[in-house]
């Protein structure tokens, strides 16, 4: 079983930054695929990003593309998400998540655990 601690959202101007990091708990999740997920009110559940456990390869929604980096530190158990350039359509809630298969994938029904979320809001 793994526990995920998402943290770092809150209020930002557009055009601003936020790191997101996500902690994991119990079973070590270092041979797992992370991935980022964001929920926006009334709407679906969003893939953002992935990364596979070496960090070798990552995959990224269009809509992020050159302003967000997933990264992970392994010996800290821990994923994190730069956010640059925001913007008010990125407000949303900020879920990450494992994969045991250890695989890149866009699909929220891929995953296997799941943090709380984080807020993360965008003003214009």
């Known amino acids: 079983q793994v526990q995920l601690v998402e943290s770092g959202g809150g209020l930002v101007q557009a055009g601003g930054s936020l790191r997101l990091s996500c902690a994991a708990f119990?079973?070590?999740?270092?041979?797992?695929?992370m991935g980022w997920f964001r929920q926006a009110p009334g709407k679906e559940r969003e893939f953002v990003a992935a990364?596979?456990?070496?960090?070798?390869?990552?995959l990224y929604a269009d809509s992020v593309k050159g302003r967000f980096t997933i990264s992970r530190d392994n010996a800290k158990n821990t994923g994190y998400l730069q956010m640059n350039s925001l913007k008010p359509e990125d407000t949303a809630v900020y879920y990450c998540?494992?994969?045991?298969?250890?695989?890149?994938?866009?699909?929220?029904?891929?995953?296997?655990?799941w943090g709380q979320g984080t807020q993360v809001t965008v003003s214009s």
């Open positions: 990364i596979t456990w070496t960090g070798s390869r990552t």
């Open positions: 998540a494992a994969d045991r298969a250890n695989l890149l994938r866009d699909t929220y029904y891929s995953y296997d655990y």
């Open positions: 119990g079973r070590t999740f270092s041979s797992y695929s």
